[in-house]
Structure formats: C-alpha cells, structure tokens
C-alpha cells in the first residue's frame, strides 16, 4: 500500500497546532489530564451530547478538514467511548434504566455518525477497532477506499486514559488525544508504503509513545523507517524517496 499524506491536524490538552505537536513528539514529557477543545463546529445541540474524548475526536476531524470538499472518512479507536461504556455498564448492575442518548453516542461509530450528520455529509465513513493495531487497520481500510477511487481519504484516530477497572491493562502512558490526517493514493510520486511482515528480529523501535501516537511522528517526521511489532508481526511504515 503506497500513499501520500495532505493536511493533519491533532489535538490534546496542552497541545494545540502543528508547532507544538511536532516538538512534543520529537521529545514527549507528560501532558495535563485535563481540557476539552471548544468544538465551536459543532451546533450546540450535538455538542452537549458529547464526551471529553467524542469532543477531541471531532475536533481533530474538523481542524483537518477545513474548507477542503468531503471525503471518504474512517474514525479509528482502539477503546472508543470505554468510559461512557463503564457507566452504562455500572447503571445496568444497578438495576436502573439505561439513557439512550448515552448509549446513543457510547457505540464506535458514533463519532463519524454525528461529523457525517452534523455537515450534512453522505459520503461513507466506516468506524475501526483492532486492538495494538488499529492504527494499521484504519490505513488499510484507507487504501481499500483509495483503491476503489475515491480521491482522498480522511483517517481519524483517537483514545484516551482507561478507566477503573480497566487501568492494568494499559500498555504505555496514555493522554486523551486526536489525530487527523487525509490520504491521497501516492500515484508516480514518492509516498510512505505500509506492509506487514513476520517477526525478523530487526525491528527498529522509537522511543514508547502510544501505538498511533509513534505511527503519527513517523507521518510528519522525516524518519526513512518505523517498524510497529505487534506478536508475530511487524508492520512496516517506509518512507520513499
């Protein structure tokens, strides 16, 4: 899969704008857990239904897209909206009734449904969760819609901190962020090439960073290679030249 990256956007707490963005990722130090981006986008009635992590979600999602004509869309998340999930979860053990407005905006294709309806969108868009490699899988699922000739795609990919009980299972520190970035098929032009390979023994790792978190500083870095192993595989992000 050979493709090119045109516009990206990200937000965090504390991390607003390409500037900031690229020297955090150059040298990540810890983050506040706190703040929400203002979302101004999105009307009003929509906003309130949503989360701190819908919220940066979205708002990545928009700050990419700017004024630039619609697009295939794909939202990727290996968690999602865990925590609105936790607290249905902890509502039914209660034996209360459940808000379908929450659990409305708790499924995983709830963030591309309400960018979709709220611009008044009808081009596809699709929702991704592969676990340590669901960056990957969105870039795949990018590709496929690239090939079937769309002319740009745009990848979302968001998460935030787990929470109680869940917390053991992280894997690297994690802040509640977004990225946003739109594809093209990279055509005659040099362009970054994603395959998947099984483990050879000579990955090369950058520093930890969450799994989508090291793939976005490969895509606006200038690193020739990243290597993402993942079990008995290696996915592979080149550079060419």
């Known amino acids: 899969m050979v493709f090119s990256v045109h516009h990206w956007a990200a937000w965090a707490p504390g991390l607003v704008g390409h500037d900031a963005w690229t020297s955090w990722l150059t040298q990540p130090h810890p983050l506040p857990s706190e703040g929400t981006p203002p979302l101004t986008e999105l009307p009003a009635m929509m906003r309130r239904r949503v989360d701190r992590l819908g919220r940066i979600a979205l708002q990545a999602a928009y700050t990419c897209q700017r004024d630039l004509p619609p697009c295939p869309g794909v939202f990727a998340s290996r968690y999602g909206e865990i925590g609105r999930s936790v607290e249905l979860l902890e509502t039914l053990a209660r034996g209360e009734p459940l808000s379908p407005t929450s659990f409305s905006v708790s499924v995983h294709n709830a ?105 976005l500083r490969f895509l606006v870095g200038d690193a020739a290679r990243f290597d993402h192993s993942v079990g008995p595989r290696v996915w592979r992000w080149r550079r060419d030249v």
Request: charged share 20%.
């Open 111 to 215: 963030m591309g449904a309400l960018f979709s309806i709220a611009r008044g969108d009808t081009t596809a868009y699709s929702a991704v969760a592969a676990g340590a490699e669901t960056v990957e899988a969105a870039f795949v699922e990018a590709c496929g819609l690239l090939a079937d000739g769309a002319p740009e795609v745009q990848v979302v990919v968001y998460d935030e901190p787990l929470p109680p009980p869940f917390e053991p299972f992280t894997e690297h520190p994690m802040v509640p962020h977004a990225w946003a970035c739109r594809v093209r098929d990279a055509g005659d032009a040099p362009g970054i090439t994603l395959t998947c390979h099984g483990a050879e023994g000579d990955a090369e790792a950058g520093a930890p960073l969450e799994d989508d978190l090291a793939v």
